[in-house]
């Protein structure tokens, strides 16, 4: 049976130790989905950080755009997560069109989440600050906020994480 978990807060809420924590509760055989872009030396070094703390028992997938090639029928996923993979459509289409870029994020999210798996989805929550003078990165709020409002209303559950606490906000 289909079910999607959605894990949200800022940056070091504790999002991602509250998805892997889930998972190995769920599954003695989780997979993460990884859709980071490694973007220049000090990301790497958060990757490896992040790849660290989870043990042999992970099944590890590295996929930027595309979830819905890999087949988890069955399996408990983390995806880690919608910001970073957003971040990818973003800058491969045309970035001033976030109306745009979410139609196609939505369209390859509905395809991923037809399977028959548990899906924790990790995002940011980056719009809950003062609107950037930048365009560009409104933009990206913008896009950002409506693909969290989104998986939230197809979620089953929804955590919001503030200072390494879970608040149950869904299910």
């Not at 970035?95 to 899906?119: C, M, P, W, Y």
């Not at 980056?126 to 969290?148: K, Y």
Request: charge should be negative; glycine fraction near 8%; aromatic fraction near 10%.
């Amino acid at each position: 049976m289909r079910r999607i978990i959605m894990i949200t807060g800022g940056q070091r809420s504790g999002k991602s130790q509250k998805a892997e924590q889930l998972a190995l509760e769920l599954s003695d055989r989780p997979v993460y989905v990884a859709t980071a872009r490694v973007w220049d030396e000090e990301f790497r070094q958060r990757v490896k950080l992040h790849q660290a703390r989870r043990g042999p028992q992970w099944t590890n997938i590295e996929e930027e755009m595309h979830l819905s090639r890999h087949d988890l029928t069955g399996r408990v996923a983390v995806i880690d997560c919608i910001t970073l993979w957003l971040t990818n459509f973003f800058f491969d289409e045309k970035q001033g069109d976030a109306a745009h870029i979410f139609e196609l994020a939505k369209e390859e999210f509905n395809r991923f989440v037809s399977q028959d798996a548990t899906f924790i989805f990790v995002s940011n929550e980056i719009g809950c600050g003062g609107v950037s003078p930048d365009a560009v990165q409104r933009h990206f709020t913008d896009l950002q906020g409506w693909m969290n409002q989104y998986v939230a209303s197809q979620a089953d559950e929804v955590i919001l994480m503030v200072s390494g606490i879970e608040v149950k906000v869904k299910g």
